[in-house]
């Protein structure tokens, strides 16, 4: 049995290092479907998060009571359960932006991040290291998925966060930008091929970043040579 993670490496892991959605490319539906805005990308990633977090909290408790051929129809149980709950809970506090996600909070049910991460890890660890790794790829994919929205919106349609206040309460109007009515934005930054390029670059600046971080540690800078501090010479007495 493999030593337990480092909660460090696990949060490195989750958020950048094997992020689900730049590395593993899980979870691409939701990822493409809702990010016509940062608001949704946001809403999106924040009820994964809660799923996520709760079914691998649930999936390590009962990991040593569930027999292992009857283990995938229990763990999609156990996230229907929760998916079903965070539905209600947008339905009764999130109305408006539940009625824009509409179908694909209850699609995250189906989502290839949450079972794989549910049969991957949460499966194997103890509780804490459970829950911890739910948030790190939660907030991972979260990050993923406002950024990308947030893009799709300023280029496509010249404003960003327009109605965050569907999510986080009137206070939230102030987070909104608006370049100006006159904005001709780029219609296919809206439509699905625009997601599909924005994932892209998205892909391709990440690989970049890890490129020149194993650069520099492979070729660490030179040490600079260290001034040693001369005596002044004595000068002969008379």
Request: proline fraction near 5%.
């Amino acid at each position: 049995m493999s030593a337990p993670l480092a909660p460090q490496q696990i949060l490195k892991t989750g958020l950048w290092t094997n992020n689900q959605m730049l590395v593993a490319l899980l979870g691409l539906c939701p990822l493409l479907a809702t990010t016509t805005s940062a608001t949704n990308g946001l809403g999106m990633g924040l009820a994964t998060t809660a799923v996520l977090v709760c079914s691998n909290g649930t999936v390590s408790l009962i990991r040593h009571l569930v027999r292992p051929e009857i283990r995938i129809p229990v763990f999609v149980l156990v996230i229907a359960s929760f998916v079903t709950l965070v539905e209600l809970l947008m339905q009764a506090f999130f109305y408006e932006l539940y009625r824009v996600l509409g179908l694909f909070i209850a699609l995250i049910v189906v989502n290839c991040i949450i079972i794989g991460r549910a049969e991957a890890f949460a499966s194997k660890n103890r509780l804490e290291g459970a829950l911890l790794d739910g948030l790190a790829v939660g907030l991972g994919a979260t990050l993923v998925l406002t950024t990308l929205g947030g893009l799709r919106e300023l280029i496509g349609q010249g404003t960003l966060f327009a109605q965050a206040d569907l999510l986080l309460g009137d206070w939230a109007r102030v987070l909104s930008l608006n370049l100006g009515s006159g904005f001709q934005g780029a219609l296919i930054a809206i439509l699905p091929p625009g997601a599909f390029i924005g994932l892209g670059l998205m892909i391709a600046l990440k690989n970049l970043i890890d490129e020149q971080i194993k650069r520099r540690r492979s070729h660490p800078a030179p040490a600079q040579p260290q001034t040693v501090p001369i005596a002044p010479a004595e000068v002969p007495r008379a």
